[in-house]
């Protein structure tokens, strides 16, 4: 049983998630940025996952969350 209140929305890398935080900032949902691997760097291990990050919302926001994710994933679709 899952007992968090945060859900993971995106996973990607810096630019990415930094499009995907600065659009749900926009709308008032204040995400949490995880970074594994400048955590494992920090701490001294090596990482295979450099460079990138989790995006989590609290559940209460995560409808809203993940339409507007749905839509930045999208339009970068779109501009590939």
């Given at each position: 049983?899952?007992?968090?209140?945060?859900?993971?929305?995106?996973?990607?890398?810096?630019?990415l998630v930094t499009r995907v935080?600065d659009e749900l900032e926009h709308?008032?949902?204040?995400?949490?940025?995880?970074?594994?691997?400048?955590?494992?760097?920090?701490?001294?291990?090596?990482?295979?996952?450099?460079?990138?990050?989790?995006?989590?919302?609290?559940?209460?926001?995560?409808?809203?969350?993940?339409?507007?994710?749905?839509?930045v994933k999208s339009e970068m679709?779109?501009?590939?």
């Open positions: 049983m899952n007992t968090s209140e945060y859900t993971k929305v995106y996973y990607g890398n810096f630019i935080k709308l008032g949902i204040v995400p949490i940025v995880k970074d594994e691997g400048e955590s494992q760097r920090l701490a001294g291990y090596a990482s295979m996952n450099q460079g990138f990050q989790e995006v989590f919302v609290h559940n209460d926001e995560l409808k809203q969350a993940l339409e507007i994710v749905n839509r679709e779109a501009t590939s």
